[in-house]
């Protein structure tokens, strides 16, 4: 029997997902050992601009206007060590960025104004994230600090600074919900933990049973974060592991039993490439993914038994003849959720696609390829299309 073809909304990255175009951009280079943190300097603010780094200069550009030129926004001086982290406010500072380098200065800038509205210094930082009057950092031994951005000086700043250390290495990622009740963070040896922001204290007890108690917990290192945005109760985590390889990972964080914890749809894909970065559509039930360029091929050999599609969600993706056997290096992957099927995928670089930002209104993507000195522009959802009610005329017609 032949199986049948899936269909896809109008507004479905399977008919929408293109280049737009490309933004010059490079990352400064790591400086001593200290300034082992992977950067990826670049966000989409609420204001619709796109801000990044040149090197140690930071530039933004409008988005909304095709012809606008990007502009300078500041420069980090050789005391402050390299640009590293670039984020832009939420929607309660949509015109407020928070910048990071190597040697841990923290700068607040205003794109309006093009003012630095606050500085201060820690010993590192390696991931920034904001949410409901929030700025989350996380640093190098695995130390939250969480900082109110509405003070108007950094003594009052840091008088109001919440601390609390539960990780046990490096922060890579943070992300609040969008209703600003919970954080979830990542670390570099593979733990995820989810914090409630009226007890900011202690994490909450999700996830696995491991020795007794629940946990979250990947192979490699911890590279992207996504909560759901219309099934609140949903977390997805994507890994990064030294053999190149990444994991895709669904948690119900409102699981308090194992028969909770149950899902007819899938809760973990392993993949052959590294997930660095991941979106939910605003707009239809969909997950992007990017990724690295994945496993070294391994020997050729002939597998005993032929895989199908049904076991190969990418077994239609044809295999790159070079040095890379990944069927999705270098490539977006688009998947339906919460079935986790297969949408579509495309190669966006020829490089490491080390990141990527999703612009509030969740229509275009900008993918970071850094060893391309490239920001690349791309259309994913499109508009959703109400269908027209039948007119009176055709409605008559029809009885």
């Given at each position: 029997m032949t199986p049948v073809e899936p269909t896809y909304a109008s507004h479905s990255a399977y008919h929408v997902l293109r280049s737009v175009n490309n933004i010059d951009y490079s990352v400064a280079p790591a400086g001593d050992a200290g300034d082992s943190a992977p950067a990826s300097p670049v966000s989409?603010?609420?204001?619709?601009?796109?801000?990044?780094g040149r090197g140690n200069r930071v530039h933004y550009k409008n988005m909304a206007d095709t012809e606008d030129v990007a502009q300078q926004l500041c420069k980090m001086t050789s005391s402050c060590g390299n640009l590293r982290l670039v984020r832009c406010g939420g929607q309660d500072q949509p015109n407020l960025?928070?910048?990071a380098t190597s040697n841990g200065w923290i700068q607040l800038w205003d794109i309006v104004s093009k003012k630095m509205v606050m500085n201060w210094k820690l010993k590192s930082v390696t991931?920034?994230?904001f949410g409901e009057n929030m700025l989350t950092i996380g640093d190098e031994k695995g130390t939250l600090r969480h900082y109110d951005p509405r003070a108007t000086d950094s003594t009052k700043l840091k008088e109001?600074?919440?601390?609390?250390t539960r990780h046990q290495g490096r922060i890579l990622n943070g992300a609040w919900k969008e209703d600003g009740k919970f954080l979830a963070t990542g670390d570099q040896n593979g733990l995820v933990l989810v914090w409630d922001a009226r007890r900011p204290r202690v994490p909450l007890e999700v996830g696995e049973m491991v020795q007794r108690r629940r946990k979250m917990q990947h192979t490699g290192a911890v590279t992207a974060l996504a909560w759901c945005p219309w099934q609140s109760k949903y977390l997805v985590t994507g890994d990064s592991t030294n053999e190149c390889t990444g994991t895709i990972r669904v948690w119900d964080v409102n699981a308090v039993d194992d028969n909770a914890t149950s899902s007819e749809w899938p809760t973990k894909i392993e993949l052959d490439a590294q997930v660095t970065s991941l979106h939910f559509s605003p707009h239809i039930r969909e997950l992007?993914?990017?990724?690295?360029?994945?496993?070294?091929?391994?020997?050729?050999?002939?597998?005993?038994t032929p895989i199908t599609p049904i076991d190969d969600p990418f077994a239609s993706v044809p295999i790159h003849t070079d040095a890379i056997t990944s069927r999705i290096s270098n490539s977006v992957v688009?998947?339906?959720?919460?079935?986790?099927?297969?949408?579509t995928n495309v190669m966006v670089a020829k490089k490491n696609v080390a990141g990527s930002v999703l612009s509030p209104n969740g229509h275009r993507i900008v993918f970071s390829v850094p060893e391309e000195s490239q920001l690349k522009v791309w259309e994913v959802w499109g508009k959703f299309k109400a269908p027209k009610p039948p007119s009176l005329y055709e409605t008559c017609a029809i009885r």
């Open positions: 989409w603010s609420q204001s619709n601009a796109v801000v990044f960025v928070a910048l991931s920034l994230c109001q600074l919440k601390k609390v992007l993914s990017t990724h690295g360029p994945g496993k070294l091929p391994p020997a050729p050999t002939t597998p005993s688009v998947h339906q959720f919460p079935t986790m099927r297969h949408v």
